[in-house]
């Protein structure tokens, strides 16, 4: 009977330590090993490997480290070895060998969890955690960039019948802004490319008919010129020399119309013209004008 109480209490040890955000050293080294991070493995041998696919070709390497005062050091990395990825642009490589902490509580829209470079706060290797949220619930409010969100799901739960992906229609051209306010900057891509038309022109504004996934909403409102609403964040895509060009960005949503899954084809055929006369209008082309 004593040893199986001794054998209750380690498993019970176990779980807490596994179960809560990892803290000590052994903690965060443990972590590492059974778990990885991003593309990285970590070994008990105090050995790294990365393995990372992206832009037609595999950037692989491996080395050595250690874990002290809560700091993962990667001491050594081989020789004619490129490093991972950790922006959107394939040309942002991480400093290896480096010195990274990891915050587990960190998250964005997409991910929750990263590894950022001490010496650049920029330099941050998300997690391939998804944020822990689900629709309905008081898990789906997140905090983005220090504003808390209401986040809304990626797909559709098709196996329970569900359309729980929300979607917003414009009902005029609104600005892009890095953050959920009008004094923020404003963010741009290059070009526009989908099945109604195109334009190779670089543009501020999503256009009037566009209809866009929503990734989250914001929980406080703001009133803009008499009309109170949410934000939105979505992404906004164009396409330049180099291929598809995307950007997250916020629209004000006193002058968008949300709706859900099975709405979709119906607010297409509603809104493409709209959308037709947005391209006219910013000097695009159409792709069914004859």
């Known amino acids: 009977m004593k040893k199986f109480c001794i054998f209750i209490a380690v498993c019970l040890s176990a779980f807490c330590m596994f179960s809560q955000t990892p803290k000590t050293d052994k903690e965060i080294k443990d972590y590492l090993i059974t778990n990885g991070f991003n593309c990285f493995k970590f070994n008990a041998d105090g050995t790294y490997s990365y393995s990372q696919k992206g832009g037609g070709e595999v950037l692989s390497g491996e080395g050595t480290y250690s874990v002290k005062n809560g700091i993962i050091i990667f001491e050594t990395l081989g020789k004619h070895f490129e490093t991972p990825v950790y922006g959107k642009s394939f040309a942002q490589k ?52 220090g504003v808390k969100c209401i986040k809304y799901p990626t797909w559709d739960d098709e196996q329970a019948g569900r359309g729980d992906r929300g979607y917003i229609v414009l009902l005029e051209n609104l600005k892009l802004r890095s953050m959920p306010t009008t004094s923020s900057s404003v963010v741009s891509v290059t070009g526009y490319d989908n099945e109604v038309g195109f334009s190779s022109t670089t543009r501020s504004v999503e256009y009037a008919g566009k209809i866009c996934t929503i990734i989250a909403k914001t929980v406080e409102k703001t009133t803009i010129d008499g009309i109170t609403a949410p934000w939105y964040m979505i992404t906004a895509y164009g396409c330049d020399d180099m291929g598809l060009d995307f950007q997250d960005a916020w629209i004000f949503g006193g002058y968008v119309k949300e709706f859900k899954s099975k709405d979709l084809d119906s607010m297409k055929r509603q809104y493409t013209p709209l959308l037709e006369q947005s391209i006219r209008k910013a000097g695009g082309y159409l792709k069914n004008s004859k």
């Open 94 to 145: 991480l400093e290896l060998p480096g010195k990274y902490i990891i915050d587990f509580e960190i998250q964005n829209a997409y991910y929750q969890g990263a590894l950022i470079n001490t010496s650049d706060s920029e330099m941050i290797l998300w997690s391939l955690k998804a944020p822990d949220f689900g629709p309905g619930t008081d898990e789906s409010i997140i905090t983005i960039d």
